[in-house]
């Protein structure tokens, strides 16, 4: 029954994803425009994860969006960073060596196989609103 366990995992990822939604969308106040000029956006920061903590966010949420992509939302009174993170590997990976077994074996000890190297990347983003000019 993998797919079942499939829709499970999907429709719980479906609800995590609205739940951050509706925190973001209280978390931060109603815009009294409507226009598109002022519609929210993710900029780019240089601060680390734990530079936000220690800045006073908080992790509210983990999405995983694959096994090798999580974004983690925090938040602070007011504000709402992201944080995406994604591992790669990191080079090739290793190579097993080719080996026979002798008549009647039934098991070998292979040597033990370097591990690949992974490679992972964090990039924040903190949620902001373009600058409304006076009227």
């Given at each position: 029954m993998r797919g079942g366990a499939d829709f499970s995992i999907?429709?719980?990822t479906l609800c995590v994803a609205l739940t951050v939604a509706a925190s973001v969308?209280?978390?931060l106040p109603v815009a009294a425009e409507t226009d598109s000029a002022a519609a929210e956006?993710?900029?780019a920061t240089d601060r680390s994860m734990a530079e936000l903590v220690d800045d006073g966010y908080e992790l509210v949420s983990?999405?995983?969006a694959s096994g090798q992509s999580h974004?983690?939302?925090l938040r602070k009174p007011g504000k709402v960073a992201r944080c995406r993170e994604a591992t790669t590997v990191d080079g090739p990976l290793p190579q097993v060596?080719?080996?026979t077994l002798a008549q009647g074996q039934k098991s070998a000890v292979l040597p033990p196989l370097e591990?690949?190297?992974m490679r992972i990347d964090i990039e924040c983003a903190e949620l902001v609103r373009p600058q409304q000019g006076s009227r």
């Open positions: 999907r429709a719980r969308a209280l978390a956006q993710w900029r983990v999405v995983a974004a983690y939302f060596p080719p080996f591990m690949p190297k």
